[in-house]
């Protein structure tokens, strides 16, 4: 090829490749914002049963396009205590089940598929007035998007097949397995997604660029890449949910490199696999994902033992506790010094979020330490709190402009409602713990079930709040204030259905009325301090009204 022909063909091809990129994560976008709320109680209740786990991680990532994502909503679970690691890891080994078994469907070649699902999706984007209406339009568009950039690459790597410099190249690799396999991994962690990255693979090997032992070997690979992305993206959760991830890394990746080894050393035929190389690499990769499911899910509970025998529990601080970010030599520059009290009251938002995970396991099981911990870090939230009261009235006496008093005023307010939410959590959700564990009672199993699953929600929007206060992000906050609303009729819809159960005499009910009742009260609260982190962002935008989020479509 001429110069100018090989950088516009490379041009085509990372274009196409970039294109698939992003259509997964449109699609997976769409999905997180429509039904997120679902999936996580779908998730969370699967815990029960390790063959319901699996058959629910399974299907969640195939709605999700990614294993990733499933595996980072289970371990959210996990270290908040709603589900044991081992149900978490037959969540995440169906999951990769799930992801190689989407990457078949989104090979299906239909030409007609794709203006209708533009045509389809669009017009549900632009017009629909609700947010799944309008999701399910980005749902469509991405998956339209998908093919559209599967087909563009089939035409960029059509003129590979008379390049005898890259038959060469790719025919090096179907001998160095190894190799490959590391391409492999590497490629699925670049891109962040292992389905990507086996689409890519199995389209190579449609058009008769990639031998079928370097497709293996690649595939292979970017099933441990898949799983190595989670671990990374979990460095900082807790110590339970990193055990699951890394359970799961070493059966999936460790998997991946003995079934390498096996073809290597027997080099078995995969004739029986399909009548064609790409169905025979694809068909392989979901058979690998399959075996791992029917061999590990009857062993998920000794692997979990192994990984908290290889992953010990550090040592406890007891408090959730930082070095302050409030910078006195700051004071002078009022940028510098509002910049250091939002990483301030960002801290304060992550302690009073770290307080409310182990709420669901102390009222489950009393534990004085982890009471301990949660009445510590109060302690630590006043004192940040009271800090950041007197940094910022210091800074206001050094005389500040309308934008940056505005911006103090929010800050300080945001500090307020999360120390009050920490508070409600400290005071008043660890004495109804008590109670439950002094008293001897239990909730009722359905009121059980809408305390886990109300706390959860809770839980979710306090992390979306997190989020909120690191990104600015307007959409995210309109998200934040809808949920306040949708809290708030849930809330008001389980009171009722607990004042059906004491009407219908159920003992567990009567004897834990009140504590049910003032739970899902200070839930509420909880949920409507983190709230409070939207406003200033949407006031700015004109997105509120005097009282109301405005209607945008």
């Not at 699996?54 to 205590?81: C, D, E, H, K, P």
């Not at 962040?192 to 008769?208: I, Y």
Request: glycine letters at 6%.
């Amino acid at each position: 090829m001429e110069t100018p022909n090989l950088t516009l063909f490379f041009l085509h091809i990372a274009g196409a490749a970039a294109l698939l990129i992003w259509a997964v994560r449109l699609v997976r976008t769409g999905v997180e914002r429509a039904f997120s709320t679902q999936l996580r109680l779908w998730l969370r209740r699967s815990g029960k049963s390790r063959i319901w786990a699996a058959l629910t991680g399974t299907a969640s990532a195939m709605a999700l396009q990614s294993s990733t994502a499933v595996a980072i909503l289970a371990a959210n679970f996990v270290a908040a205590g709603g589900i044991a690691v081992a149900a978490g890891l037959a969540i995440l080994i169906g999951a990769d089940l799930g992801s190689a078994l989407v990457a078949k469907l989104l090979l299906v070649r239909q030409t007609w598929l794709v203006p209708i699902l533009l045509l389809v999706g669009v017009a549900m984007f632009l017009r629909g007035n609700q947010k799944r209406v309008r999701q399910g339009g980005r749902i469509l568009i991405g998956l339209a998007l998908i093919f559209v950039s599967l087909d563009m690459l089939r035409a960029a790597t059509a003129p590979l097949t008379d390049s005898t410099g890259a038959i060469m190249a790719m025919q090096y690799l179907g001998r160095d397995t190894l190799t490959a396999f590391v391409i492999g991994a590497l490629f699925a962690w670049v891109v962040h997604s292992s389905v990507a990255a086996v689409l890519l693979f199995v389209t190579l090997v449609l058009q008769g660029v990639l031998p079928l032992s370097a497709a293996v070997a690649l595939i292979l690979g970017a099933n441990l890449g898949g799983a190595f992305i989670a671990f990374v993206l979990t460095l900082a959760a807790p110590i339970e949910a990193r055990r699951m991830i890394i359970a799961n890394l070493v059966l999936r990746g460790g998997g991946a490199a003995l079934t390498l080894i096996a073809f290597r050393t027997f080099q078995p035929p995969l004739d029986w696999l399909g009548t064609s190389p790409a169905n025979q690499a694809i068909h392989l990769h979901i058979l690998f994902n399959l075996a791992l499911v029917i061999v590990m899910l009857p062993f998920t509970g000794l692997a979990a033992r192994m990984a908290a025998a290889l992953l010990a529990s550090p040592p406890t601080s007891g408090a959730h506790d930082h070095f302050s970010a409030l910078d006195p030599a700051a004071l002078g520059d009022p940028d510098r010094a509002l910049s250091c009290a939002a990483r301030e009251v960002m801290r304060i938002g992550e302690t009073v979020e770290a307080m409310l995970r182990p709420i669901p396991t102390l009222y489950a099981a009393w534990d004085d330490a982890s009471a301990e911990a949660i009445a510590t870090n109060e302690k630590t939230l006043r004192k940040r709190h009271f800090e950041t009261k007197l940094y910022l009235a210091q800074l206001h006496r050094t005389g500040l402009g309308e934008d940056n008093s505005r911006r103090s005023m929010d800050l300080a307010t945001i500090a307020a409602n999360l120390e009050a939410a920490g508070d409600m959590i400290a005071r008043k959700m660890l004495a109804l713990a008590r109670r439950l564990h002094t008293e001897g009672v239990h909730f009722s199993k359905p009121g059980w079930d809408e305390i886990c699953d109300f706390h959860d929600r809770v839980l979710a929007n306090a992390q979306l709040a997190l989020s909120v206060m690191m990104t600015q992000n307007p959409d995210d906050a309109r998200e934040l204030v809808a949920e306040k609303d949708s809290i708030r009729d849930l809330e008001q819809k389980l009171q009722r259905l607990h004042l059906g159960r004491l009407r219908e005499g159920l003992t567990e009910s009567i004897e834990t009325s009140n504590i049910h009742q003032e739970t899902l009260r200070a839930l509420k609260q909880v949920n409507t301090s983190f709230s409070m982190v939207a406003y200033p962002i949407l006031t700015e935008t004109g997105d509120l009204l005097s009282s109301r989020m405005s209607d945008r479509s």
